[in-house]
């Protein structure tokens, strides 16, 4: 059975920084390119940061240069790291598999609970 348990988000003021983790059980996790998507109030999902089994990164131009995805394979666990945090990117933020180079997931596996990020002073 396919889990994937997002964790680390809050309420943090612009310019701040947060660090989300997503770990996930019932994948072979080291082959399957990772994906951090967010989801704003009132808008669909979008997809901001992916990582590769290789290790590329790909990176929405709205977070390029601020947020930072990296992968620990042992701990079957990917991790985004964002810094000058925007009121703009307060959104739900999940994890899926997805495909190198910024690509969604064509088969996305059953979504976790997300973890909610504000960005507000």
């Known amino acids: 059975q396919v889990q994937l348990v997002e964790s680390g988000g809050g309420l943090v003021q612009p310019g701040g920084s947060l660090r989300l983790s997503c770990a996930a059980s019932?994948?072979?996790?080291?082959?399957?390119?990772m994906g951090w998507y967010r989801q704003p109030p009132g808008k669909q999902r979008e997809l901001v940061a992916t990582?590769?089994?290789?290790?590329?990164?790909d990176y929405a131009d709205s977070v390029k240069g601020r947020f930072t995805i990296s992968r620990d394979n042992a701990k079957k666990t990917v991790y985004l790291q964002m810094n000058s945090l925007k009121p703009e990117d307060t959104a739900v933020y999940y994890c899926?598999?997805?495909?190198?180079?910024?690509?969604?997931?064509?088969?996305?596996?059953?979504w976790g609970q997300g973890t909610q990020v504000t960005v507000s002073s």
């Open positions: 990582i590769s089994s290789g290790g590329r990164v």
């Open positions: 019932g994948i072979i996790f080291s082959i399957n390119t």
């Open positions: 899926n598999t997805a495909q190198a180079g910024l690509g969604r997931s064509i088969s996305p596996r059953p």
